[in-house]
């Protein structure tokens, strides 16, 4: 039953990425539950989603220690959820760094060497330039698609399958953008 | 028909929309919010925004009593503010069917506390049905007209953060066709005078009887029998975690109609198991009537009445699993803040400057409590701002008025703020009170208000004026400022604390998430100009840090607001590339 977990920093996009992933499971026929953040984590707060797929699907939540993949928008985000990524899983983050505000007051400082933090857990982990790849695809925005383009191997599909789902939860007019990322993200393999 | 990925709250306005429902208002609140504006696209029934909860339910009452289906959807603490016509809308009852969805919020996701609405049904003695899943979002939403019609009551339709936030597979019908039905004069049902209403009291206890009968055998209460020794009674979310938790290990008491609760069906599932647990996030209400029926159960002396439960969690109280292990390194917290050019933060900066007394509210500016602005003093409920300053400044000595304010948003403000304004001018405190008009419903995600000039389907709307709103309440003196023009915001705000009578102050700009906003060119920081002082930091923007002593801004979030430009003693901070 693959359990993904998608982390980041409210505004990040995570709801079209996690909209992404679970239209793909859907294609596979399997059930598919997502669990979304609205409302104040979305204003600049750490952000979590789930999507969980299988034959049947109780919790929508993931439990920890019980993902497949994690994706991370941010790296100290990585380091937060790191946990929550099963033995053997991986974990696939964009090396962006967002500064949360007890950093940026001084009253906390950012974690330093969270790649080899990152070694302590039993997990596969791939460090991806989203920021710049997306920017090299005409917008930031996009950063949330190279990244599922970087996993997307991990995530299993063929190339069809996955553009397949970028027609169906992509609007129209950001089609092309988005299929530049996430082909951008899946180089990086 | 076609099956769907749908938001729980996205299915109970599915679930709304197929059972024929003609009327609809809310006031949004998350985690409740979308199932409005998902209601909004379907032509075939009218739904609106109300000012507030309570002002939701009257109108969606009175459309019931029309002969209409009619629906409100609000969050836990809406249906605090909408309690009055409720409970006695349970003496009424309804003519067309009457739904009210209330999602609570355990964990306190996005809210001020964590209270339980299950307390609500008992205590006003209206049935409540909680669905565990998308496909019983719809369902459960489409049978509470039915049941309102049945048992004339209004239904409440509990969800929760998780349940009203998850996705999952829904199979869709059709609409139904329900004609509205005729009106009909009906005052002993319908006025609620002693008198009348003394009557219509014994028809709510009869109908609580009625009701516990149909808790003992309708099918949205089911025992899933799996012959195991540890029996579970649950609802909404609560089973899904249970049933991840133990799979075919446990026997479940599902309820679906959590009031009023059956005696004999949990009796009957009591015989069939070792060990009865009660699985219940927040109160323990599903417990105490279990006792009080001489039912012998586990529950909070096992489990919280605070925050989420979680699969790991129930597998670890009652079959004594170890918790999973933790994170292995400690990462710095990282709490929601004030977004890259938000109107408050401007204002914030300098109520802090000042060192006033602040009397907060609910909304995004609420963050203003947060470090490094920290200048937000309470926040208690929708429009307490307003009338607890007025409190404030009279219980303590006449100076404290001079150094104290009142923020509130501008929907906050026609939610609940006019009334405790209308409350100062008349018992006569000197108050300031600071209406934060950014335009829109910001916090819970953009929605349309009275002062948007637009209508829950983006229509055309009379656009309310917060200016004249104060005038005709009695406040003379009303003034406007941008809080981007610091220097002005402090002018006006001395100027006011130091007068006698009552002010008001709009500090007016609108939420730099509107699409109408267009970000400007960003800032940058001319390193051979900044000295590293760190007076920019002193704003909270998420955009500015320090790198290697000196300030910098990521281009890629700013707004190009210029804020922080006018923090900066240097001139370092720049528009455009450095």
Redesign the interface.
Known sequence: MPNILIVG???QGSLLASRMI??FY?NQGL????????????????VVTYVRAGED?????I???EADVILSFEE??A??W??YAKEGGAIVYSTQH??????????????SEIPE?LT??NVRQRAVDA?SLSLEAGN?KAANVVLIGAASKLLGGSDEDWAKVLEEVVPAKFIDLNRRAFALGAEQE | MAKKMMLGNAAVARGVYEAGCHFVSSYPGTPSTEITECLATYEELHAEWAPNEKVAVESAMGASIAGGRAFSAMKHVGLNVAADPIFTAAYTGVNGGAVIAVADDMGMHSSQNEQDSRHYARASKLPMLEPADSQECKDFAKYAFTLSEEYDTPVFLRLSTRISHSQSEVELGERENIPVKPYEKNISKYVMMPAKAKVRHVFVEERELKLRELAETTPLNRIEDNGAKIGVIVSGIAYQYAKEAFGKNASYLKLGLVYPLPVKLIEEFAKKVETLYVIEELDDIFETHCKKHGINVIGKELFSKIGEYSPELIRNKILGVPMPQGPQDAAPVRPPVLCPGCPHRGLFYVLNKLKLAVSGDIGCYTLGAQPPLESVDTTLCMGASISGLHGMNLAQDPEFAKKSVAVIGDSTFFHSGMTGLLNIVYNQSPSTVLILDNSITGMTGHQQNPGTGLTLQNKPAPKANIEAICRALGVARVSVVDPNEVKEVERILKEELNTPEPSVIIVRRPCALLKYVKPQPAFSVNRDKCIGCKLCLKIGCPCISMKDGKATIDSSICTGCDLCSKMCPKGAIERGDA
């Open positions: 920093v409210g505004g679970g239209a859907k059930t598919v539950k997502v669990s979304e953040v609205h409302g104040m984590s979305q204003r600049g707060g750490s699907v109780a919790s929508p939540i439990p920890v220690g100290l985000e380091l937060r790191a946990h967002i500064s949360p505000m007890p950093v940026i007051t001084g009253a906390a400082e950012y974690p933090k302590k857990y920021l930031v």
